[in-house]
């Protein structure tokens, strides 16, 4: 590159624009964080719920159960306290087959106090674009529910057996019920809790919606 008469190397420029690039970056996830963190505290200051920093005990044993990715969760209130815990949160979550870019968002659990480790079953909306790909690359996909619901929804499990018992008529209906407001991600289902994941950005009121859907699926388990 030539200012002038002075000729710069192509070399020279590419790593201060590199780096300018990742300092954006870092800035931004740093903005980012910091304003999920200060809505999460403004949150649990307004309605008296407890802030936590750190996944409480409880709270750590029911995401060891969602054995699909690894999740850690931040940023933590507890919404109602035991024995049933109720909890909303934001997270990053990865995989442990690949490298992928992991992935964020907010989630909300809820425990069931009398429940027993259990086979997971997870619920995913159907996409048109993916689900006949991901129905030749996954050997655990499940045909379970009514029509209506199937049409709008995909189950995964290794257990069959267990995903039918889980998917009951009332987890179908309130999923149903739902389906045109909250764009949730996935339900996962295992025997201490119900786990609700949004990958895109909530509104305040949006957090109450969440919240009011875990606690009905968990109420309409067997």
């Known amino acids: 590159m030539r200012i002038g008469n002075l000729e710069i190397p192509g070399g020279l420029l590419v790593m201060p624009v590199f780096a300018v690039v990742i300092a954006l970056l870092l800035l931004w996830a740093w903005y980012y964080y910091s304003k ?43 919404v109602e306290g035991p024995p049933n815990g109720v909890y909303l949160f934001n997270y990053l979550a990865s995989t442990y087959q690949d490298d992928a870019t992991p992935e964020r968002g907010t989630a909300s659990l809820a425990q069931r106090p009398d429940g027993q480790p259990s086979e997971l079953v997870i619920i995913y909306r159907r996409s048109r674009l993916l ?38 008529s009332g987890v179908q209906e309130v999923l149903l019920w739902q389906v045109s407001s909250l764009r949730w991600d996935r339900v996962c289902i295992s025997g201490r809790c ?6 895109l950005r909530l509104k305040p009121e949006q957090w109450d919606e969440l919240l009011s859907l875990t606690k009905r699926l968990l109420a309409a388990l067997p």
């Open 36 to 78: 999920q963190t200060s809505e999460m505290q403004s949150l649990a200051a307004s309605r008296g719920w407890k802030f936590f920093e750190k996944a409480p005990p409880e709270l750590r044993l029911c995401l060891d159960e969602l054995r699909d990715r690894d999740w850690k969760p931040d940023n933590i209130i507890l």
């Open 131 to 168: 689900d006949k790909l991901e129905e030749k690359l996954l050997d655990d996909n499940v045909e379970v529910g009514g029509p209506e619901f199937r049409e709008k929804f995909r189950v995964r499990s290794r257990r069959p057996d267990i995903a039918a018992l889980t998917v009951t």
């Open 194 to 199: 119900v786990f609700v994941t949004v990958t």
